[in-house]
């Protein structure tokens, strides 16, 4: 069924309703890889809540992406085999709790037609606010939807792209993930079995499940964390990357980083297969 324009314009959801507590925060950040060095008490921050000396449980920032899993605009009725994450876009107006009870308003921003061989992007938007309806996230969201393009709507208008520095690198670190990765990070909520069923990933034209694009997302976010940030969730004001390529659970990703005042610019690769896969990386701390 052919994408109505119209209709998937004026979707909107407002007042939906979550809660979460430090469980989900921990397993967020396992998800992403954090504490797979049960020595390193920075990382450790963020997945343990039980030490010996008191400190408070720290919420990686990128956690807004699943703290209100499942919201969104509504039902676009989209060709699920062959949708995948375009770009993520995360404004962060507050540090999120560790606990609490949270609302999302969604709304629409715009699709582009790419052809009917090429696909469609819809981009939307979700306001994550706190029990006093404070914002706590802004999150843009853009998603490829590969098999539902030739709908007849407006091709051109996408939003430019965030430009890398041409210099080299500033800092490169290498985040390895682990085999079984995505099968702990789609706990967080993502269920697509294109990240755990090697049957689903073929006929979605893989040789094998890849990794979530918002895990990917999330290992960006760590390894600003780790270099420019200090591990200072709070010093983050957003994050923004575009997905090119995926991972495949088990590799190795290496992170280039660009400083440029509090702009944090990013790329991401893995160097075995020669393939980025993450462009247009842009990080404000503040």
Not at 251 to 271: L, P, Q, Y
Request: hydrophobic letters at 35%; charged letters at 25%.
């Amino acid at each position: 069924m052919p994408i109505n324009y119209d209709e998937l314009m004026a979707l909107k959801n407002l007042g939906q309703k979550y809660s979460y507590t430090d469980r989900e925060v921990m397993l967020y950040a396992c998800g992403i890889g954090m504490g797979a060095d049960p020595m390193d008490e920075k990382e450790l921050a963020f997945v343990n809540e039980a030490t010996a000396i008191p400190r408070a449980l720290k919420v990686v920032p990128t956690f807004a992406s699943v703290a209100a899993w499942g919201a969104g605009p509504g039902e676009m009725n989209l060709n699920r085999v062959m949708v995948v994450d375009g770009e993520r876009d995360i404004t962060f107006h507050k540090p999120f709790a560790t606990a609490a009870n949270i609302t999302a308003d969604s709304s629409v921003l715009d699709i582009f037609d790419k052809g009917k061989d090429k696909g469609a992007v819809i981009r939307h938007k979700t306001v994550l606010r706190d029990d006093k309806g404070e914002p706590l996230a802004t999150l843009v969201a853009s998603r490829f939807a590969r098999g539902d393009g030739g709908f007849g709507g407006p091709s051109e208008g996408q939003p430019e792209p965030h430009k890398v520095p041409a210099r080299s690198p500033d800092k490169t670190v290498d985040i390895t993930t682990r085999p079984d990765q995505a099968l702990v990070y789609r706990l967080c909520g993502d269920r697509n079995p294109l990240h755990s069923d090697p049957e689903f990933a073929r006929r979605a034209g893989f040789p094998a499940p890849i990794l979530h694009g918002m895990c990917t997302y999330g290992i960006t976010c760590r390894g600003i964390l780790q270099t420019y940030a200090d591990y200072d969730a709070g010093a983050f004001r957003q994050h923004a990357a575009r997905f090119s390529s995926p991972v495949f659970p088990g590799e190795t990703v290496t992170m280039d980083m660009w400083k440029d005042g509090n702009v944090i610019s990013f790329e991401a690769r893995v160097k075995s297969r020669n393939v980025t896969v993450i462009k247009s990386g842009r990080t404000v701390l503040g």
